[in-house]
């Protein structure tokens, strides 16, 4: 790129929290004589650079796709098709596929058993399961067992986010009452809803539905798809305060540019529940009573105690003041109570499962496909378990629970805003942005830490990510570069 080139940029991302940042991100290491921020594409030179930062819907892709080129790169914040991660029905099929074919992958073990199914209707519950084999023989199995003894399931509409529509399961009348309590639940809507008109077709029946929400908030169209993932009923927990034993999740934001790089943020979030720790069985806990008038029902206070407790999503905790929310639930990874040892187990396999999960993905082109003048932001979450073994009875695992694009940056609150999400998106300027303009910073500024993620022996061996001690909680974090498929690095 001629170094005369001026650089328009459109941030258009709506969220108040996330926008500032962006734009501080982009004025600090983007050229301050080259760089033109514009209110209006009409503004846009297709001669010229252009930087679009932006909500997936208000992307102009076809604009950015007819007049890229490398010289003068017109770059957008979203690749176009990623439905092979984002989509939980989707990355199960994808882990499925990879896992068949290399069986020694991370990801065999990393992700919990999952199984996909369509469901229209309660009514049609069996067929539906007919092929979810793992979750029948698990319904088999349970049968008879005292709730203690039995596996646990979580439900997960697939095209849901924030913790919408998530439940939790062990045995088929379990599941069952979840979808007659949405049939219900809509049913009631449909009777205090006068415009609607009536109809015997299933299908015209559906669309009505498509603009209505659940009690959950999650919209009715994306009540269709679900995945059944094994619950972690063994999570990590921490007794001492602030912790006091509540499960927690880690969220990891990873950054994927072009066709394909992929990096790892390595200052992570451990994201906590709201109440301590409890097996299913306990009390209130259970989600199977004994009398059938006992049962769960959606308006139970029961359903927000079970979320509390087994569910850490901030997003669904129970209402309470913002700012004490964030202070209780949200921490950074690097401050929990772990030895120096388990830090880098858990980034170490974090990176490698991360860098198996892209290079998964890309052998479906149709669900996936980098683009050269894309980037993105996704946020992974991963689930820890101690898993002691004849080596270290300190072990911990990483699972891999889920990936989503355009993650919730505002949960993060106040506290951390400049550490970490302030620091993810200077890096991904530095370090993404500023090369794919031909931008390229003195002293090594702008290039990731590649040199710690290189494979040791191979794409099976162990990996060789190296883990940067971060301490305070001032202390921005780092993009490490997992996976460069250009460089061979796999």
């Given at each position: 790129?001629?170094?005369?080139?001026?650089?328009?940029?459109?941030?258009?991302?709506?969220?108040?929290?996330?926008?500032?940042?962006?734009?501080?991100?982009?004025?600090?290491?983007?050229?301050?004589?080259?760089t033109r921020f514009l209110k209006h594409d009409e503004d846009v030179d297709s001669r010229g650079c252009w930087l679009q930062w932006r909500t997936y819907e208000t992307i102009d892709f076809e604009r950015a796709l007819l007049h890229h080129s490398i010289d003068k790169p017109h770059i957008f914040n979203a690749y176009i098709i990623r439905k092979a991660l984002?989509?939980?029905?989707?990355?199960?099929?994808?882990?499925?596929?990879?896992?068949?074919?290399?069986?020694?992958?991370i990801l065999k073990t990393a992700f919990p058993t999952t199984v996909d199914f369509e469901l229209d209707y309660a009514e049609f519950l069996d067929e539906a399961l007919a092929e979810a084999f793992e979750l029948r023989e698990s319904f088999e199995r349970n049968v008879d067992k005292l709730p203690e003894d039995r596996e646990w399931w979580i439900l997960k509409p697939s095209m849901s986010d924030r913790g919408q529509g998530i439940r939790l399961f062990s045995t088929e009348d379990d599941l069952r009452a979840i979808f007659e309590a949405w049939e219900a639940e809509l049913s009631d809507s449909?009777?205090?809803?006068?415009?609607?008109?009536?109809?015997?077709?299933?299908?015209?029946?559906?669309?009505?539905?498509?603009s209505k929400t659940t009690l959950d908030g999650i919209v009715t169209s994306h009540l269709r798809h679900f995945v059944a993932q094994r619950y972690v009923e063994s999570p990590l927990l921490f007794p001492q305060p602030p912790f006091s034993n509540r499960k927690f999740h880690v969220r990891t934001y990873v950054v994927a540019a072009g066709a394909l790089k992929v990096y790892v943020y390595d200052q992570m979030l451990a994201l906590f529940a709201s109440e301590p720790f409890a097996p299913l069985s306990q009390g209130a806990n259970t989600i199977n009573p004994e009398h059938e008038e006992d049962r769960l029902t959606e308006d139970d206070d029961i359903v927000q105690r079970i979320r509390n407790i087994h569910l850490t999503n901030t997003c669904i905790q129970a209402a309470q003041d913002a700012s004490d929310m964030q202070n209780d639930s949200v921490h950074l990874l690097s401050s929990l109570p772990l030895d120096t040892k388990q830090h880098s187990s858990i980034r170490t396999q974090i990176c490698a499962i991360t860098s198996e999960l892209f290079t998964a993905a890309l052998a479906f082109p149709t669900?996936?496909?980098?683009?050269?003048?894309?980037?993105?932001?996704?946020?992974?979450?991963?689930?820890?378990?101690?898993?002691?073994?004849?080596s270290d009875d300190n072990a911990i695992n990483v699972h891999l629970l889920e990936v989503n694009a355009f993650p919730d940056f505002g949960q993060t609150?106040?506290?951390?805003?400049?550490?970490?999400?302030?620091?993810?998106?200077?890096?991904?300027?530095?370090?993404?942005?500023?090369?794919?303009?031909?931008?390229?910073?003195?002293?090594?500024?702008?290039r990731a830490q590649t040199e710690v993620a290189k494979w040791q022996n191979g794409p099976n061996s162990n990996l060789g990510y190296g883990a940067r001690s971060i301490e305070g909680r001032d202390q921005k974090g780092k993009l490490q570069m997992v996976l460069d498929i250009k460089a061979g690095m796999y």
């Open positions: 790129m001629d170094r005369a080139t001026n650089i328009a940029v459109t941030v258009d991302y709506q969220d108040p929290y996330v926008e500032p940042l962006i734009l501080d991100s982009l004025k600090k290491h983007l050229p301050k004589d080259r984002i989509r939980k029905h989707y990355l199960a099929h994808t882990v499925l596929s990879h896992v068949t074919k290399h069986p020694s992958s449909d009777d205090n809803d006068s415009d609607d008109n009536e109809s015997d077709s299933r299908r015209s029946e559906g669309a009505k539905h498509l669900n996936f496909q980098p683009l050269p003048q894309a980037f993105e932001i996704f946020g992974v979450d991963f689930m820890c378990s101690p898993e002691p073994d004849d609150g106040d506290d951390l805003k400049d550490t970490v999400v302030g620091g993810l998106f200077e890096q991904s300027v530095q370090c993404v942005l500023a090369p794919m303009f031909h931008i390229h910073h003195e002293n090594g500024i702008g």
